[in-house]
């Protein structure tokens, strides 16, 4: 592939200390630099831990120790005597100093880098925060008190840093949790809370992050109230509420349903579109095409001819069949040259898929997220003046990932990428279901 969500980091100890001339005896002037106090770095993903002494001089005979501030025998990376020793190393650690290829939760804390010569040391710290979206939340009943009301509770897991977690009603109107317990372990913060309702309502648990959100919903009928047998409900997970509370149904999310086709004055080259500008897949051959300012000419990229400035719009798109795709919308003014990185700052909100089963949200860096099952059709939903970008498994009826506070000043267009078809693989297109009755 030659788009990415974010550019890959390295997490480096030792060697990011630069050699150059040999110290020489004005030590005083020098002094440890870093990237700033604070890092924050995305869970699976790879991390730098900057360490550099200032002027550029030769580390090579010093002793350069990084160690954790909050873990006992602490040491994370020994060098010494002009070699790595690593024999009294955290065992996390072990092979991982160099090149840390997954961070994990565990990693999260403070580190300090010292660096020691005959007649100069000096040490710097950072803290670390290593950021995870957690499952999606799932809400069970679990009976009913004295009084006649219904105990729900509401479960997520792996959050980091710790969510906050909103009950409301069909209107928006916050209800009041009577207890939230959190626990935290080595995979994040895992979240229960309970609530007691008293009438038929459709309720829904938010668990908020900065710029992410996760929903459930659970509808309680009349008849749970009436009869006092077993529950008659439904759960569903339906379009993410916005900032001021207004939930959209899924059937008023299907009642705005737009018709989208593909724009052919933007497909890369190697793109094939169906005659009915419905259907897109990647070929092989590269077909001769004006190289206008508004085609992908190198990405195998498309956008929808309609574009929309205001206002609600949903789509569907078919993606059974790939191993790669990725779909979302995009701003007018993209760039559509050259290698293309999704992420909101360059006018993207897109999900991919990857490698058949992973899944990532493009926000700067890459979110991955699992799902219970492989979404056969997704749902994009945006509401332009609430800065809201849904996903949703269309026939799960689950919410995957949404994009909250955005800001959008330009038209959006919808995208599309099949990704590329190598030997055969990947060669299903992306189908964008029909409006029907329209």
Not at 255 to 278: F, I, N, Y
Not at 346 to 356: C, D, H, P, Q, S
Request: net charge negative; with cysteine.
């Amino acid at each position: 592939m030659v788009r990415k969500c974010s550019s890959r980091m390295k997490f480096l100890f030792v060697k990011l200390l630069i050699f150059f001339s040999f110290m020489d005896s004005q030590s005083d002037c020098f002094k440890l630099v870093g990237a700033g106090a604070h890092l924050f770095a995305v869970a699976g993903e790879t991390l730098i831990l900057p360490c550099s002494i200032q002027p550029n001089t030769s580390a090579v005979d010093m002793r350069v120790e990084w160690f954790r501030l909050d873990v006992v025998d602490s040491l994370v990376h020994l060098y010494k005597d002009q070699s790595d020793r690593n024999e009294g190393q955290i065992l996390n650690y072990r092979g991982r100093t160099e090149l840390l290829s997954a961070v994990r939760v565990s990693d999260e804390g403070a580190y300090k880098c010292l660096v020691e010569a005959n007649s100069w040391y000096d040490d710097i710290t950072v803290n670390v925060t290593v950021k995870v979206v957690g499952t999606e939340p799932v809400i069970t009943m679990e009976g009913y008190d004295n009084s006649g009301g219904i105990s729900l509770v509401c479960e997520s897991r792996g959050w980091n840093p710790e969510p906050e977690v909103l009950w409301l009603n069909r209107e928006g109107v916050s209800l009041t949790a009577e207890d939230t317990e959190t626990h935290r372990d080595t995979e994040g913060f895992t979240v229960r809370s309970r609530i007691t309702v008293y009438n038929s309502d459709r309720i829904h648990c938010r668990l908020l992050q900065k710029h992410h959100l996760r929903e459930a919903e659970i509808i309680i009928s009349d008849k749970v109230f009436h009869t006092w047998r077993a529950a008659v409900f439904s759960i569903s997970i339906l379009t993410v509420a916005t900032t001021v509370g207004v939930v959209v149904s899924t059937i008023c999310v299907y009642q705005r349903k737009v018709d989208v086709t593909l724009d052919p004055e933007t497909a890369s080259p190697k793109l094939l579109l169906s005659e009915d500008g419905k259907q897109v897949t990647h070929k092989d051959l590269k077909q001769d095409l004006p190289d206008d300012a508004g085609r992908f000419d190198y990405s195998p990229c498309v956008l929808g001819k309609e574009g929309f400035s205001s206002g609600r719009f949903y789509y569907e798109v078919q993606v059974s069949g790939k191993t790669k795709w990725d779909l979302g919308v995009a701003r007018e003014s993209i760039n559509r040259k050259g290698t293309i990185a999704l992420s909101p700052e360059n006018g993207f909100w897109a999900v991919v898929l990857r490698k058949e089963h992973e899944y990532s949200a493009c926000v700067g860096s890459s979110i991955r997220f699992s799902l219970k099952e492989k979404p056969q059709k997704l749902g994009v939903f945006v509401d332009y003046e609430e800065g809201l970008v849904s996903f949703y498994d269309v026939e799960a009826m689950s919410h995957i990932y949404s994009f909250t506070g955005q800001s959008f000043t330009e038209k959006l267009y919808p995208y599309f990428s099949p990704c590329n078809n190598k030997k055969g693989r990947n060669s299903a297109p992306l189908i964008i279901s029909p409006v029907l009755n329209s």
